[in-house]
């Protein structure tokens, strides 16, 4: 067991090393994506004006939302994962991986969480530096047991944000291109994950619908718990369970589309 994490352990410390290369990169992205937040506020006050609450929310509430949901995009997004999972197929260079012992999505999975690590601490620096401008118009809750029901959906969220990621790449088995299915699952995932606007402003039945679709709990389900969008406690472990289930349901689906690429794979070059 204990080679096995060190075998691992290896693959996320060289990750590491790769991605602080492009340290600087990712530093000005997040700058970058602070400007996404000026057109936010923006078109929320425009919205909010004449409104003290839309949604049952005032516009601290919402835009304390857009806030925690650029900063948890770069701490569990799946950026380009499943590009680079298609590269590896199309390319022959996974050929590597089936005659040693290494099992390829935790190999994948360690990729991901180093690059993460990286963005989500690089991502703090824009926060610090532009927090005292945001502060105003922040509204955070101070409720504890937030964290505690928080971070398990933050980390489940983030394997389902990779396992998305793991199971688009290995259509490459089938596909030659997989542009337009990434494509369409990131329209997907910007509409019913809560990425263009809160979903409990959905109509409630439409809402409702969509907490059982995994993209709810790609985004949506940890901003809204950290920010107060959910306060119900009860309802919470729900979802938790149903996140649980959608994780497991997803990992489940990649390990089949692997065995079953491997079928149809033709290991040459690499």
């Known amino acids: 067991m204990l080679s096995i994490l060190n075998k691992y352990r290896a693959v996320f410390l060289v990750g590491l090393q790769s991605n602080l290369v492009y340290r600087m990169n990712f530093a000005v992205r997040g700058f970058f994506s602070f400007f996404h937040l000026i057109v936010v506020f923006i078109l929320w006050s425009a919205a909010y004006t004449g409104n003290r609450e839309i949604g049952g929310f005032n516009f601290g509430q919402t835009f304390t939302y857009f806030v925690a949901l650029i900063i948890v995009q770069f701490m569990i997004g799946a950026f380009n994962e499943d590009y680079q999972i298609s590269e590896e197929i199309r390319n022959g260079l996974i050929n590597q991986f089936l005659l040693k012992p290494v099992n390829y999505f935790a190999y994948r999975f360690s ?24 502060k105003d118009y922040l509204t955070i809750p101070a409720d504890w047991w937030r964290l505690a029901l928080g971070f398990p959906a933050l980390l489940m969220s983030a394997v389902i944000q990779f396992g998305i990621a793991y199971c688009f790449g290995l259509m490459s088995f089938w596909f030659l291109e997989i ?18 606007f809160p979903l409990d402003l959905l109509p409630a039945w439409l809402f409702r619908v969509s907490q059982f679709l995994p993209y709810y709990y790609q985004m949506y389900f940890p901003v809204a718990i950290f920010t107060g969008r959910l306060s119900d406690p ?3 472990m729900v979802g938790l369970g149903i996140q649980a289930g959608w994780m497991l349901i997803i990992l489940a689906i ?15 070059g690499g």
Do not use: C
């Not at 542009?179 to 263009?196: F, N, R």
């Not at 990649?254 to 040459?268: M, N, P, S, Y």
């Open 234 to 236: 009860s309802a919470i």
């Open 179 to 196: 542009q337009g299915l990434v494509v369409l699952s990131m329209a997907l995932e910007s509409l019913l994950g809560g990425q263009i």
């Open 254 to 268: 990649g390990q089949f589309l692997w065995q079953r690429g491997l079928r149809l794979h033709t290991a040459v």
């Open 111 to 134: 990729i991901y969480a180093s690059a993460r690590l990286v963005t989500g601490l690089l991502i703090l620096i824009p926060v610090i530096v532009t927090y005292p401008l945001l």
